[in-house]
């Protein structure tokens, strides 16, 4: 069997690809290798968003050179956000490579190994450029992807992404995503209900939905506009799916209707990442983000009016393009008051082809960006802290993924081990189980925490009396054996 060896960096919309290609290179006879060298054909799932992670990928490109050289058969490909974006640069610094597959081509893939295997060429696969034709055909040079699902490439077998939407049409000046995903493109939602039908089938509990702005969604069918709380409510139906996220949103698209879809369907979880990036009104026009602070702050308090215990997470740039200690103030201010679940913070990293590449310098100095990240990491960190505290004592239903980071570094092999579940909410909860309850849900409850963990014990269920009364006077028994 040919083996293939992938590696996958970003966002979950690439480990969705990632899981996509495996599914349809499985079609193929190959079968997963664990590590580089004993694969015939090796792929890496890139991402664009930040430097460091192209870094990653042409570093490790680098290390294929010899491999490549020793084993000319073998097959490399780069796919996926920085293929579209670096293209025949890839071929230029890495000319070993065989193939260069954009996100928008990645049906193509099963094909082009099997071209590049046989023909021993070079093959570029990518998708129209924003400006490269009409929306039209740039719509269609971005196909999606989504025909196999492959069980074994998902974080658990209870757990799915389901893609709702491709591209994105915001243009945030930092981010590259719009050019490398295209135009914002809705699914049908007859496929994506269909998909969701074949992962219940498939005993997946609890689906994700994804979109780079997923609440942005609406598909116009007829006479009826679908939108993100009509899919949801359909959804709901599927018998089997337990439970329904969707990730990421854009802050202005959190309609009133998506809100009473989150609060009113049980299986809906109480959780929303809606990303601010900043708490200054002038640097979020900078980022061309298209609200205020004003207007996030009133759709965080619509929010947490209407969802009791909903937990909102938000991801923060720190070091954006002429960044003032003022500004970075206004962002402590809205962290401080905003009690989020969770923030995911970064310094802003400079990405060529976007707008804040051409309009505004990289002026904030490295070692100010550092600082700033940490002392939004550490007010986040006690927020989380005392939000946590809050949970002391109380049940939670935790869907078990399966065993603790803990677990697996010390490679626990026995029934009895650490596990790790979700709540309702999103919180990581980590406990004593038994593997058989990995894909369960059961209820827990807290007696410890830190910022980013609850500790639990499992409650089990009460054994009473009525046990003990089975037991007969011992005349009555001695009276049985006979
Ligand atoms: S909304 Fe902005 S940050 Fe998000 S994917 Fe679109 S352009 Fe990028």
Redesign the pocket.
């Known amino acids: 069997m040919p083996k293939l060896y992938i590696e996958t960096v970003g966002c979950q919309m690439n480990m969705l690809d990632s899981e996509l290609v495996v599914a349809s290179l499985r079609k193929d006879g190959y079968e997963l290798a664990a590590n580089a060298a004993d694969a015939d054909t090796i792929l890496f799932n890139t991402c664009s968003v930040r430097q460091h992670a192209e870094d990653k990928i042409y570093s490790a490109l680098g290390r294929l050179k010899n491999a490549k050289r020793e084993h000319p058969d073998k097959v490399i490909g780069v796919l996926g956000c920085m293929a579209q974006k670096d293209q025949d640069l890839i071929f230029r610094r890495a000319p070993y490579v065989d193939l260069v597959v954009g996100p928008g081509q990645l049906h193509q893939v099963p094909a082009l190994v099997r071209e590049a295997r046989t023909e021993r060429r070079q093959w570029m696969e990518v998708s129209l450029g924003r400006t490269d034709g009409s929306r039209d055909e740039i719509e269609r040079s971005h196909e999606s992807f989504d025909p196999l699902r492959d069980p074994a490439m998902r974080p658990t077998p209870y757990q799915a992404f389901v893609r709702i939407m491709i591209g ?5 000046t ?5 050019s490398v ?1 295209g135009p914002e493109q809705s699914r049908p939602p007859a496929a994506i209900l269909a998909e969701a039908r074949q992962l219940a089938d498939e005993d997946c509990l609890e689906i994700t939905l994804l979109g ?2 997923v609440n942005s969604y609406r598909y116009r069918e007829g006479e009826r506009t679908w939108r993100l709380s009509d899919l949801i409510a359909a959804l709901h139906e599927i018998e089997g799916i337990a439970r329904i996220k969707f990730v ?1 949103n ?1 802050p202005k698209d959190m309609t009133d209707d998506l809100l009473a879809a989150v609060r009113d369907l049980p299986k809906c979880s109480k959780y929303l990442h809606v ?1 601010v ?1 900043s708490g200054s009104n002038a640097v979020l026009k900078r980022m061309k ?1 298209g609200y205020t602070v004003e207007e996030y702050r009133e759709m965080l308090a619509r929010a947490y009016d209407s969802i009791p215990g909903v937990a909102v997470t938000s991801d923060f740039i720190v070091g954006f393009c002429g960044e003032t200690d003022e500004e970075f103030g206004e962002t402590i201010d809205l962290v401080r008051d905003s009690r989020l679940k969770n923030s995911f913070i970064f310094k802003y990293s400079e990405r060529p082809g976007t707008k804040g590449a051409e309009l505004y310098a990289d002026d904030v100095p490295e070692d100010v960006k550092r600082h700033r990240n940490n002392s939004l990491l550490s007010l986040q960190n006690k927020i989380c802290e005392e939000d946590n505290e809050a949970f002391f004592g109380r049940e939670v239903t935790v869907l078990v993924e399966g065993p603790s980071k803990t677990a697996e570094k010390h490679g626990d092999v026995g029934d009895r081990l650490q596990l790790t579940g979700r709540t309702n909410c999103d919180r990581i909860v980590v406990f004593e189980g038994s593997r058989r309850q990995i894909g369960r849900f059961l209820p827990v409850v807290v007696y410890d925490a830190n910022a980013h963990t609850l500790f639990g014990e499992v409650v089990t269920e009460h054994v009473g009396p009525e046990v003990f009364s089975l037991a007969l006077p011992l005349a009555a028994a001695e009276s049985q054996k006979e």
């Open positions: 994105c049409d915001k243009f945030c930092y981010c590259i995503v719009p995903r780079q702005t990421t854009y990303p990036q983000r």
